[in-house]
């Protein structure tokens, strides 16, 4: 059965970096809230692109940085050879 999402279950699973995620995403998206470039599909998809690459880079360093038992580096050096 699955265990009910509860406060006790967030502070137990959920690293902290986690509940920044989507402010970070709005601060990399602001650029799109203006209409007259939200209009224009170049930049509205080149704006997507950066925030989305960035995203993917913010999520790379957390991922290698945060101390857990798999073996992190390990995967980021062999996927590197």
């Known amino acids: 059965m ?20 989507p402010v970070i995403w709005i601060l990399l998206m602001v ?14 998809l080149t704006g997507i692109s950066i925030a989305a690459l960035i995203s993917a880079a913010l999520y790379l360093v957390v991922f290698f940085i945060t101390p857990e038992d798999l073996p992190r580096r390990g995967s980021l050096s062999s996927s590197l050879q």
């Not at 799109?32 to 509205?44: H, I, P, S």
């Open 31 to 44: 650029e799109l809230y203006d209409a007259r470039r939200a209009r224009r599909r170049r930049d509205t």
């Open 2 to 21: 699955a265990e009910a999402v509860s406060l006790e279950f967030l502070q137990g699973r959920v690293q902290l970096w986690f509940y920044f995620l």
